[in-house]
């Protein structure tokens, strides 16, 4: 199928992208376009006219500070694979970025475009809210801070207000000994997830679990996580027993066979993390 007709526009500004944003629902961001071209050729969705933002310098920046590194909406899978962008994770974001589609998807699909879209089974909103990162957000009149926890409010659903972008991430640093895993299942490399889990411990007293490919959002895992941040020794039994309540919880309309993909991914990453 083709899209339906629309308008391109390539911003040379932020202030131009922000205007052209907020002149109507009809306009979308658009930057490696990996996943938006896709839907607009299968008519899933439609605007009137997509601004291009990949060049503009703000998305492309990256920072660092002692305690955070932040990373710019239009990074690409593949930079962040290949380490070609500050790693505040000590691993784990590459990692994750090679699991991404296929090479050719890598090397123009970027983090925001990602983050932005909030398709349920993504890889890069379970691992930036393990990693207990914040958004970056700019409208025309200010920037706000949204934590990820916050921001992903359902399938396709985020809190992005109309004619709002995405600057970047800003990723607190994993420190030295910090154990992460992940863990992800797919029918075949390069499909989409059937579940996706992430256990980022940043000290042995603390621990996040977090569970992607749901029917929603990705979740933490609050009883998973808990147990494992009082006892991170605990036998896998009891960990199977709570990440089951979570699992209940986090995707109340899976099946039993995708309940057992969901509680075979959080155990797995769990067993990387305590490596």
């Not at 007709?5 to 992208?17: G, I, K, S, V």
């Not at 071209?37 to 291009?52: E, K, Q």
């Not at 199977?240 to 797995?268: F, G, M, S, Y």
């Amino acid at each position: 199928m083709k899209p339906a007709p629309f308008a391109y526009h390539r911003a040379a500004t932020l202030p131009e992208a922000l205007a052209m944003l907020s002149e109507g629902d009809e306009t979308a961001p658009v930057a490696g376009g990996q996943s938006l071209l896709v839907l607009l050729a299968l008519r899933i969705t439609g605007f009137d006219r997509l601004v291009d933002v990949t060049r503009l310098q703000e998305l492309r920046a990256c920072r660092e500070t002692d305690d955070t590194v932040f990373l710019g909406a239009a990074v690409t899978h593949a930079e962040i694979e290949d380490g070609q962008v500050p790693d505040p994770s000590q691993g784990l974001m590459p990692r994750v970025a090679a699991g991404i589609g296929y090479r050719a998807i890598r090397n123009r699909g970027t983090l925001g475009g990602s983050l932005a879209l909030s398709d349920p089974a993504a890889d890069w909103p379970p691992c930036l809210m393990a990693l207990d990162a914040t958004l970056v957000i700019a409208g025309q009149t200010a920037e706000r801070r949204v934590p990820v926890r916050d921001f992903h409010l359902g399938p396709y659903t985020t809190a992005l207000e109309p004619g709002e972008l995405i600057l970047g991430a800003e990723i607190p640093r994993l420190p030295e000994g910090a154990r992460w895993g992940c863990a992800k299942h797919a029918r075949k490399s390069g499909a989409f997830a059937d579940s996706i889990a992430i256990a980022a411990c940043p000290a042995p007293d603390r621990a996040r679990v977090v569970l992607g490919a749901s029917e929603s959002h990705p979740r933490q895992l609050a009883e998973t996580s808990a147990l494992l941040s009082r006892q991170p020794t605990a036998d896998e039994s009891a960990l199977r027993t709570a990440a089951a309540a979570d699992i209940a919880e986090a995707d109340p309309d899976a099946d039993a066979w995708r309940r057992r993909c969901h509680l075979a991914t959080v155990l797995k990453a769990i067993r990387e993390a305590r490596r």
